[in-house]
C-alpha cells in the first residue's frame, strides 16, 4: 500500500541505531537490518541519493516497499543567491512558514558550510540580525542534516570525494543557538562525521554558543567538536547588553567552563569570536582586557568586523581601531586572523541571516493544515 508523501517516514537524520529500529519496525528480517542499514548509509551519505530506485544494491521489489514508506526527499529550495565573492546562501524551507538559511563560503583552500540550528533565536544579542527573529522552533536533526546535503548537491559533490572537497569545513554559525537543540544538533554531527558517510572530521567542524555555560562539557564529552564563543566583551556590564545571555551565565562562569573544555590542548584550542563595535568594545584597552582574560586557556581569536543590517544600533569600527587592536593580540602570542566580510551583498555574512518566518498559533496552524492539499509533499 501506498503511504501519502507527507505520512512516510523521513529516513535522513536518523542515527544508525534509530536506522536500524525503523527498519526492523518496517519488517525487514532481523538477519538482514545490519546489512541494510550499512547499504542505505551508503547510498543516503556516501551517494547522495534522493530516490529509493537509484540504490541498485538492493533488490527492485525492496526498493518499492521502502519508497512506499520512508521519505528520503530533500526540503524544498526556497533561493539560492551568489554573492560577487561566491558565498552562496540558500533559504530553505521545511515546512510551511519553517525556513532557514544555509551559507557557503569558499576560501582558496578550504570551504566553509555555515548551517543554522534553529528557525529564529530566543537569544536577542544586540548586533546580531537573527536575534530580532524570535524563535519558530528547532530544526530536527534530518534538518540539520539536510542543509550539507542541499549544499553537496548544489556543488555537485557526490559520491563524497576523499580529496579536493569544496566543503571542507562545518560551523554551526547560521540561525539559532546550538546548545538550545544538543540532541538534534548531535545526532546531525554524528552523522556528518561518520566516516561511511558525508565524512567530514569532527576536527574540522566548529560549534559556536553564545554562552550556555553548563552545555559546554557536554560539547567536548558527548559531541567530539570544537568550540567556538561568541565573547565580544570582556567586562559583564558590557556582555549583559551586547550578549544578554551573559546575566544568566556572566564571564567568571563561562571562562570556568571553557577552562574545563574537556579534551583542550594547543592542538586543540577554543575559538572566541569578537565582533568589533565601533566605540564600544574596540579600544586598546579592551584588547589588553581580553589577552588578560584568556590567559592560561589555548585560545584562537577571531576578530569579526560588524555587518550592518537594517536598523542596526551599531557601527562597526574604523579599519585603524581594528588593526591597533589585532597588533596588540598578536604581540600577545595569539594569531588573529580579522575574518573578512563574505557575503555581505546578499545578506549572508556573520549576524545577518534573518529568514521571514514567524511563530504561528497553533490555531494558526491548524486552519493552515486544513487548508492544505493532503498529498503535499513535506
Ligand atoms: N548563534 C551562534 C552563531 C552566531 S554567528 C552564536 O551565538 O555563537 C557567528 C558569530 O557572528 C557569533 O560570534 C555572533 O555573535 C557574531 N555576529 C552576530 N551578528 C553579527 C554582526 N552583525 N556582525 C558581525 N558578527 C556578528
Given at each position: 500500500m501506498q503511504v501519502p508523501a507527507s505520512q512516510k517516514t523521513p529516513?535522513?537524520?536518523?542515527s544508525r541505531a534509530s536506522l536500524h529500529e525503523a527498519l526492523t519496525d518496517f519488517g525487514l528480517p532481523a538477519r538482514q537490518v545490519r546489512m541494510r542499514v550499512g547499504q542505505i548509509w551508503h547510498w543516503l551519505?556516501?551517494?547522495?541519493?534522493?530516490?529509493?530506485?537509484?540504490?541498485?544494491?538492493?533488490s527492485k521489489p525492496l526498493r518499492e516497499q521502502l519508497a512506499g514508506h520512508f521519505d528520503i526527499s530533500r526540503p524544498e529550495i526556497v533561493t539560492q543567491q551568489i554573492s560577487e565573492d561566491g558565498t552562496r546562501k540558500w533559504l530553505i524551507r521545511?515546512?510551511?512558514g519553517v525556513e532557514a538559511e544555509t551559507v557557503f563560503i569558499p576560501e582558496e583552500n578550504r570551504g566553509t558550510l555555515c548551517i543554522s540550528s534553529?528557525?529564529?533565536?530566543?537569544?536577542?544579542?544586540?548586533?546580531?540580525?537573527?536575534?530580532?527573529q524570535p524563535l519558530v522552533r528547532n530544526l530536527t536533526s534530518g534538518e540539520i542534516v539536510s542543509q550539507i546535503l542541499i549544499a553537496r548537491d548544489a556543488l555537485e559533490?557526490?559520491?563524497?570525494?576523499?580529496?579536493?572537497?569544496?566543503?571542507?569545513n562545518i560551523v554551526?554559525?547560521?540561525?539559532?543557538?546550538p546548545l538550545y537543540n544538543f540532541d538534534h544538533v548531535k545526532t546531525a554531527m554524528d552523522i556528518a562525521s561518520d566516516g561511511e558517510g558525508l565524512s567530514v572530521s569532527k576536527r574540522r567542524i566548529t560549534l559556536s554558543t553564545a554562552g550556555v555555560a553548563p552545555m559546554i562539557e557536554r560539547v567536548g564529552r558527548e559531541m567530539g567538536v570544537m568550540l567556538a564563543i561568541s565573547l565580544h566583551a570582556t567586562r559583564d556590564e558590557l556582555r549583559d547588553e551586547l550578549v544578554p545571555l551573559n546575566k544568566k551565565y556572566p564571564l567568571t562562569e563561562l571562562m570556568e567552563a571553557c577552562r574545563n573544555?574537556?579534551?583542550?590542548?594547543n592542538a586543540r584550542r577554543i575559538t572566541f569570536e569578537y565582533t568589533m563595535l565601533k566605540d564600544k568594545n574596540d579600544t586598546p584597552e579592551d584588547a589588553r582586557a581580553l589577552v588578560q582574560l584568556l590567559k592560561g586557556i589555548p585560545a584562537k581569536i577571531n576578530l569579526i568586523p560588524f555587518n550592518p543590517w537594517p536598523g542596526s544600533p551599531y557601527e562597526c569600527s574604523d579599519w585603524e581601531r581594528i588593526e591597533a587592536f589585532a597588533e596588540i593580540i598578536n604581540r600577545a602570542g595569539y594569531a588573529s586572523p580579522v575574518r573578512t566580510p563574505r557575503g555581505r551583498d546578499i545578506m549572508a555574512?556573520?549576524?545577518q541571516l534573518k529568514s521571514a518566518s514567524v511563530k504561528q498559533r497553533a490555531s494558526e496552524r491548524r486552519r493552515q493544515r486544513q487548508n492544505q492539499p493532503v498529498a503535499e509533499t513535506a
Open positions: 529516513l535522513i537524520g536518523l551519505y556516501w551517494q547522495g541519493a534522493t530516490d529509493f530506485d537509484t540504490m541498485t544494491s538492493l521545511f515546512g510551511p534553529q528557525v529564529g533565536c530566543t537569544l536577542n544579542c544586540r548586533f546580531c540580525h537573527t536575534g530580532t559533490e557526490w559520491p563524497t570525494p576523499a580529496q579536493g572537497r569544496q566543503i571542507t554551526l554559525m547560521g540561525m539559532g543557538e573544555f574537556p579534551g583542550l590542548s555574512a556573520c549576524g
